[in-house]
């Protein structure tokens, strides 16, 4: 373990304890979720709150003209975009989008953390969206913030680094970090938002390989899926991985074939990946 691990792990205990702040969910994400709360509200009420951020608006005609729900015909305008979402697509789609601006620097060495993060999200979360397309099973929108959700914990904890720049830049005590704190620290911060418990299980068991369950497949067993996928596109022979088709996880999504490599075929072979990764990153 690295020298000064116990000052790093006491700032993600406090974290965890509760004995430092939490960042609120964006004023945008949050005057959504108000007004969805509401049982009078339409889409046009959501229209009005969303045309006061441009940058929120152009995101969702991105996303309705992306691979994972173009039609026929492109989407120009924001009203249209609306009605192909739904009012809870709707919600999904803008919490997603709203994580980017949470987490914002002027270090430019902790802005290059986050800015590393949230592309390995995009990425992660784009996997997420197109396997769930592809199954049938869970929607898009909510396998894309699951996709997003899971490590979300990380940032905050970078953020409370800010004046610890020798952990920032020591990338095999960030590592450890994570292994140890991450997923406690996503807890923490996707209970203090409000956010459903399927959400915060997919976060809890995103590397609980074993993890089994009665019922339907879920956003956990797609998480899961996703990241053992990842993993094993990494190819680090130090590593150990368990088989894809091993996963109780596997047998619930059934997500078909795997390659000699240990990843999934569906995704090694989508052409959707990129177009829907830039629509998040651009």
């Known amino acids: 373990m690295q020298t000064g691990f116990g000052i790093y792990a006491k700032i993600a205990h406090d974290i965890i304890a509760g004995r430092a702040s939490l960042p609120n969910?964006?004023?945008?994400a949050l005057r959504i979720r108000r007004a969805m709360q509401d049982p009078d509200c339409d889409l046009a009420r959501m229209e009005s709150i969303i045309k006061t951020d441009a940058g929120?608006?152009?995101?969702?005609i991105q996303m309705a003209n992306s691979p994972m729900y173009r039609g026929w015909l492109a989407t120009k305008d924001l009203k249209r975009a609306l009605s192909l979402?739904?009012?809870?697509?709707t919600r999904n789609l803008c919490l997603g989008y709203s994580l980017r601006a949470m987490f914002?620097?002027?270090?430019?060495q902790l802005k290059a953390l986050l800015m590393e993060h949230w592309k390995r999200s995009a990425?992660?979360?784009?996997?997420?969206?197109?396997?769930?397309?592809q199954v049938r099973r869970i929607s898009p929108d909510r396998a894309l913030l699951a996709?997003?959700?899971?490590?979300?914990?990380?940032?905050?904890?970078?953020?409370r680094l800010e004046n610890n720049p020798e952990a920032l830049s020591n990338p095999?005590?960030?590592?450890?970090?994570?292994?140890?704190?991450?997923?406690?620290?996503s807890l923490t911060l996707l209970d203090s938002w409000g956010l459903d418990k399927e959400l915060q299980e997919a976060a809890r068991s995103r590397h609980d390989w074993s993890r089994e369950h009665r019922g339907k497949a879920d956003l956990a067993d797609l998480v899961m899926l996703i990241n053992l996928h990842e993993l094993r596109l990494e190819n680090d022979p130090t590593r150990y991985l368990p088989e894809m088709q091993n996963?109780?996880?596997?047998?619930k999504i059934d997500p078909g074939p795997v390659s000699a490599q240990g990843t999934l075929v569906v995704l090694d072979e989508s052409v959707d990946i990129a177009a829907i990764e830039a629509t998040m990153t651009s």
């Open 247 to 251: 996963l109780p996880a596997y047998e």
């Open 172 to 185: 095999e005590i960030l590592q450890e970090l994570e292994e140890a704190f991450c997923a406690n620290i």
């Open 56 to 60: 929120l608006s152009g995101y969702l």
């Open 147 to 159: 996709g997003l959700l899971q490590e979300i914990g990380m940032p905050l904890l970078y953020m």
């Open 85 to 89: 979402f739904g009012m809870e697509m």
């Open 104 to 108: 914002r620097a002027r270090d430019p």
């Open 123 to 133: 990425h992660r979360a784009a996997f997420c969206a197109v396997l769930a397309g």
């Open 25 to 28: 969910l964006p004023d945008a």
